[in-house]
């Protein structure tokens, strides 16, 4: 963890740089906050902070712009004057991307303000939102609209759609509508020159040039400053059942999704997976949501399955033949289907409660990987046997978007020893093996969360020297004086 | 057209640089033509003109590598050697991205030799392929496995999949799968320093850095050179029914589209929209192809809209509940709903027949643009006024995928006037009001054909200087000597 130096930046008015009180004059009160001159240390903390608080760091000042003009003006004085910027949205991500480093000369640049709707357009089944909108906002304006937009994460209420775009978020629905990147058709950026890139198309085809829209997405920040985007929408499903199903092993579970897919094609929206060991946790900690699967017998394997169509009623009837079929090839052993839309909720609550259940067992080493998911099994099975051979007894955690082949894979200590001195200890060497079998099976050390601070090191490691140059020249030449949140993802 | 230079270049052994000689002993004699040597002009000239004899240029020879170090290494010498490369896949592209220039100075980098499936994953649901193999071998190895890659247009048989990646090729179910862009997890590209990279990802999330996949898409060989390519596959369809609709307007087929949106999902597999006039040149010029459609009686607009479904049997009745509703609105006064899987490809082969129906008209100034969906009517209203007002009686050859917002949009002389004198006297003008009008309503004036050498100084003209700015930097970050495919896109 990051410690803050002792805060040297607190000066008085008359001690202030005049590019900041001019920058101050021109964002208003609520648009810049200098600390010792409109602002107290109180005001900036919960922008120099994770949730989680694993990074904690000192700010310069807080920007706060209204508009796409405001923000090119930050990032243009900024410039000019050698500060660089930590872009910040909800501040939700796991990855300390966006908070700023302990040295009190970075400048944090929130997007909260902006947060209008710009224009929803149904008949092109799209809409355009500044930056700052939260995800939530975002999902209920297309709601309003009978439409869907897809994006669904646990952050949902307080993360912003800027910084899902800028992470290229994932979550629950990417089985069926795909991640963030997936869900865009345009941007509008402000560059590291202060510029206004305005590529806020609302095409679903566009071949004039190149790609600058994902290049932006996925890019933390690092390339750029996200201030509205152009969206995807679907037509909003009017029925959704969900099913709790039991499988003897992964294996089977990763038959059961290939059985979903041929029957329900585009209708299956959902595919979790959860150890029996979540599901234990989240039994142990939060006895009520658990209930939901009691009938289940703590099956090796839960699955939660979801198919959801625009008609009333439509597949009701396919899943409980897929069900029916799946238990009489031995994919699975038994099933509960959702019988109402409180049931399915049910069932999804149980899903995500892990994370609290985990959190209230006790600190584990956390991964966010990605394998092919016909490889799920075997990286399973591998890299607990390498676990086992280090960390004899060790708790794993695992469960997650098996649809995608994306697992939360978390290690813990040993029932009986103190979770935390295990983590401390051991964090290292846990990564290290997970790190190396993920590697041999072709997968990814970030499926959804991103590189931040958290995994820079551990991806200049791991990436290939010709991407990393690729990248790193493209860093270059879009930010030559490497301004924007300098010290993530390269 | 340009012309090319007297052949000045076919030199006898002794003559030739000793590098190419070089490269000819490492590729071997069947992996570098090189005139003179050991090729004479009849072997190249396939692979310097473009099949509608818009483009035709002089090489100084022709690599057709069999590996991805071959083609590594042809760029690598190029490179060392101030030799620009061209890439070229099938030579099926409409804007000269793959022909070289006049100058006998360019090597063609044929990529057909590499032509393997290196690998089917079903449960995973992807497949890796070489970049040569063309888009029907693609489609049957899928196939084959009883699963779908669902890229499709008409020059499947030839063109190849590096092609489609390097120009985001759309194509008829654009609609349901996405273009090139969305059907592809990884590649493997040739850097312009003659690097591999080896990005050959089966993942469906991966938040590890710059999307260099996504910026080497659509780049049309001016990055680097695309070697293979990991791609999605689908369930394949079990069921597939098509229906030929007579719509009032295109008001009414927007309706219609916003309709089968929401009653089909993603059942919808296409929706395509012909104006009156180019069924009618079908009707005039292949009167067979256009006898599926003679009981609706010469719509103002025809839709074809195709719905599939992985189980059998299983769409054919929403299909008709939603014309039958349609028609309740108003929104369609008349349909045929295939009764066989023969008529529903009839229906197919009058949408595909149109260009060859166009051809045999005449030569016409042709236009490959998107607009927002909701758009389409305004916008085709708005640009026939404009053309009629400068060139009264001109003919208008639309249709396209309104379900992407894509139409081509044909302007061709007034009956009984000569097409060729009239496009080439009329040509820019025509397409100054048309991409005017482009601009007007946000939309693009390349939507699936690409930049090439066609479009590459309206794109700079009409792209923003912010954006061209951006992809200038990005150009001479990642390809400082300007080898690869000088000259097209920007």
Redesign the interface.
Known sequence: MQQPPPNQHALPEADQPAWLLELARLLGPTGLYVPGLNASEHDLQPHEQDWRGRYRGKALALARPASTEEVAAVVHACGAHGVSIVPQGGNTGLVGGGIPDGSGRQMVLSLQRMNRVLAV??????MSVQAGCTLAQVQEAAHAHGLLFPLSLAAEGTCTIGGNLA??A?GTQ?L?Y??A??LCLGLEVI?AQG?????L????????????R??F???EGT?GVITAASLKLF?R?ASQVAALVACPSLDAC?GL??MA???????LTAFEVMARLPVALVEKHLPDTAQVSRSLNAPEWTVLVEVS???AHEQGE?LQALLAHAISQGQAVDAIVSQSDAQRQAMWALREAIPMAEKAEGLMVKHDI??????VPAFVRDTQAALAQSFPGHQLVCFG?L????LHFNVGAPVGREAKAFVQQHEVRINHVVYDEVARF??????????GQL?RDE?AQR??P??????K??????DPLNTMNPGR??
């Open positions: 357009d149904p008949a092109n089944l799209s992470t290229n994932g990417v069926r795909g991640t990147r997936e560059t510029e206004v890139w305005s590529g198309s609302a095409l679903r085809k566009n071949n004039t040039g190149y790609d600058l994902d290049l997405i996925g890019s390339l037509p499903p990763v999704l290939q897919r041929q029957a329900l094609d585009a209708q169509h625009t008609r396919a990605g394998v092919p998911t016909s490889q978007h649809g995608d082949g994306n072709d997968g990814t050390i970030s499926a959804e969360h991103g590189i995994k991806l990436q290939s010709t991407a990393l140059a690729l990248m020249a493209i860093k270059q030449a879009l993802v390269l």
